[in-house]
């Protein structure tokens, strides 16, 4: 996987994999979002 992470030698590591890249993109849309927003509403 990554230069840092984990070796992953079993399912459960996997599952934690998912799950920590599926929070660090939510963390990144949540900050993007008031952007993101304050463009779609300009556009009006």
């Not at 030698?9 to 963390?27: G, M, N, P, R, S």
């Not at 990144?28 to 927003?37: G, H, L």
């Amino acid at each position: 996987m990554g230069l840092f992470s984990k070796p992953i030698k079993t399912l459960d590591d996997l599952f934690v994999h998912i799950l920590e890249d599926i929070y660090y993109a939510e963390i990144q849309i949540v900050k993007k979002f008031p952007i993101m927003a304050e463009k779609l509403l300009s556009r009006n």
